[in-house]
T-cell receptor, first 111, second 116 residues
């Protein structure tokens, strides 16, 4: 089993749709969780951290389920500009700073 | 805040030459920097973890003598690809964490290396 798994997609949704991605992780000792966004041929950009209590930033909501060892990202009212690859990152197991990236989930928002 | 720069943004070199890539944290001190490479349509692959003032820790399968990493200050890490070959052509990205207790990473814009 891979340490961090994501459905590669692509998720093809119309503008205005709500879409959700999940990311599972294998190390139960992981402490920190993030979602990054990567546009084609660009560097990843931090989208949001994921906390146990869940967090929301505008149209984006991230949640952590420690019992089932997954994090989720919900995007409401999708925009064309949301089209990108969304990377899940997990680290902090055993105090390690070494990040583990998922392979990314591709989102395509169409008119 | 939390801006990371990389230089050069792209480089073309001939086989056998060496290329140095710089990664700088512009507005924070980075005790830890990471170096990644990414092939088209593939995920990021961590190459090494660089801590200021100490030797880099390389991931399995990454040749430390080929990819020389130096982290001489809290704001600068360099990656030198020595004796470059066409198969080293890739997108190299660095990232930095802003604090001892922070796991958030901020990425540089990447360097696209083409070896002819």
């Amino acid at each position: 089993r891979k340490e961090v798994e994501q459905d590669p997609g692509p998720f093809n949704v119309p503008e205005g749709a709500t879409v959700a991605f999940n990311c599972t992780y294998s190390n139960s000792a992981s402490q920190s969780f993030f979602w990054y966004r990567q546009d084609c041929r660009k560097e990843p950009k931090l989208l949001m951290s994921v906390y146990s209590s869940g967090n929301e930033d505008g149209r984006f909501t991230a949640q952590l389920n420690r019992a089932s060892q997954y994090i989720s990202l919900l995007i409401r009212d999708s925009k064309l500009s949301d089209s990108a690859t969304y990377l899940c990152v997990v680290n902090g197991a055993g105090g390690s700073y070494i990040p583990t990236f998922g392979r990314g989930t591709s989102l395509i928002v169409h008119p | 805040g939390a801006v990371v720069s990389q230089h050069p943004s792209w480089v073309i070199c001939k086989s056998g030459t060496s290329v140095k890539i710089e990664c700088r944290s512009l507005d924070f001190q980075a005790t830890t920097m990471f170096w990644y490479r990414q092939f088209p349509k593939q995920s990021l692959m961590l190459m090494a973890t660089s801590n200021e003032g100490s030797k880099a820790t390389y991931e399995q399968g990454v040749e430390k003598d080929k990819f020389l990493i130096n982290h001489a200050s809290l704001t600068l890490s360099t990656l030198t690809v020595t004796s470059a070959h066409p198969e080293d052509s890739s997108f190299y990205i660095c990232s930095a964490t802003p604090g001892l207790y922070s796991y958030e990473q901020y990425f540089g814009p990447g360097t696209r290396l083409t070896v002819t």
